[in-house]
């Protein structure tokens, strides 16, 4: 990373406000986390524990802080996203040496962004803007309390915050994965937003779920795959999907990559290029909630049609394949 990318003409989304573009069933499942019993005293004591010092201080004594003379590409991409962005308070950047790639938005009055360092070394120049962007989104959406939450107890483990004791902490903890997951839907939209890319947006995916040169990999066969991943498969399938994501904190990859695409095929994204959406302020305060919910009912309700029609079926076949041998069992 030694020379700064010559940024394309991005479209400025002045004042734009995070309901723009978050996901329904981010919303939804934030109210019900936030309705978990529990909930408030847990974030609560962790939050009084260690506060926004300590939690900022275990990333400045073991990370970079990117600057002018620090990561200069990297904060060059930071002051790109936070323009288009509309964003004025831009936040701090940490590069953290790490091997697995993953970036994050933490804190509580001040939040910032953490990227692994495995990250920059597998994703290009438009590919960081793409994660900064995402990032940033997290940030502007209020995220960064809860996640900084959840990433605490899945670190540090239950038994090493004793000052949780006495609280029933596995629906809390379930709860915080299951938003975390839709927060990134969000988030991905803000990437998106950010570099206004899509083709290179679909193309972080990719390298998320494998790694590698995209010039040993073929995008197009990864877009297929992940529709593959959606729509096909038995309700056997379908158990084991909701199974494998119930102790992730993000989703797989190619059902981001679905997820987003869907949403640009839909407009959305190409309206809000356009200009239009919610601006921040009074825009974005006089949308009501019941609005969030019944999106998110529709989307949790396309989720489980899937589930519900593939064990129907399955259950009718298995009917019929027995009532069938029943009767070829009765002639012999």
Known sequence: MTSIPTARN????????????????????????????????????IVGFFGERGIRLLFQANAVRVGPTQFPVLHTLLTEVATTMDWPDVP???VTQTPFVNAAAVGIDRPFIVLNSAAIELLDHDELRVLVGHELGHVMSGHALYRTVL???????????PFLAGLALLPVKLALLEWYRKSELSSDRAGLLASQDPRTSMRVFLKLAGGGKTSDMDLDAFLVQAREYEDKGGPLDTIYKILNTLAITHPFATLRAAELQRWIEAGHYDRIVRGEYARRGAEQDQRPLKDDLSEAAAHYAREARKTVEGVTDAAKRAAEAFSQAFKDATKR
Not at 23 to 35: E, I, K, N, V, Y
Not at 151 to 161: A, D, M, R, S
């Open 10 to 45: 991005r479209v400025i989304l002045s004042q734009i406000a995070p309901v723009a573009w978050e996901h329904p069933a981010d919303r939804a499942a934030l109210q019900s986390l936030r309705a978990v019993p529990g909930f408030d005293e847990a974030v609560r004591k």
């Open 92 to 94: 701090e950047l940490y």
């Open 151 to 161: 990433i605490l107890i899945l670190e540090l483990g239950f038994q090493n915050l």
